[in-house]
Nanobody, 126 residues
């Protein structure tokens, strides 16, 4: 059974930092593109960041560009989202997702990601 398990969420003050981790289990995801999405209360799930399987291609939502950094360690089968200069508007449940499409491209489209984690809550207080 394929599972993605996120960790690292929590409560932080504005301006603080958090690092989210995503640990796929059940199969190796080293050849999958990986993405992070978030969903704030009462809002739709939206794209945050993505990275291709090699790690050489990344993408970010405009709202997090320059503050968040996505990375991966294929040897450890882990994906990270380093979040700096957090703002109250970053408060959301953050989801890790995997896209098994072949190639080195990445996508911001939710429907392209077949596997999803349960999410981890990030709360930024003002």
């Amino acid at each position: 059974q394929v599972q993605l398990v996120e960790s690292g969420g929590g409560l932080v003050q504005a301006g603080g930092s958090l690092r989210l981790s995503c640990a796929p289990s059940g199969r190796t995801f080293s050849t999958y593109a990986m993405g992070w999405f978030r969903q704030a209360p009462g809002k739709e799930r939206v794209f945050v960041s993505a990275i291709n399987w090699r790690g050489g291609n990344t993408a970010y939502a405009d709202s997090v560009k320059g503050r968040f950094t996505i990375s991966r360690d294929n040897a450890k089968n882990l994906v990270y989202l380093q979040m700096e200069s957090l703002k109250p508007e970053d408060t959301a449940v953050y989801y890790c997702a995997a896209d098994s499409s072949p190639g080195t491209s990445i996508t911001r489209l939710i429907r392209a990601y077949e596997y999803w984690g349960q999410g981890t809550q990030v709360t930024v207080s003002s």
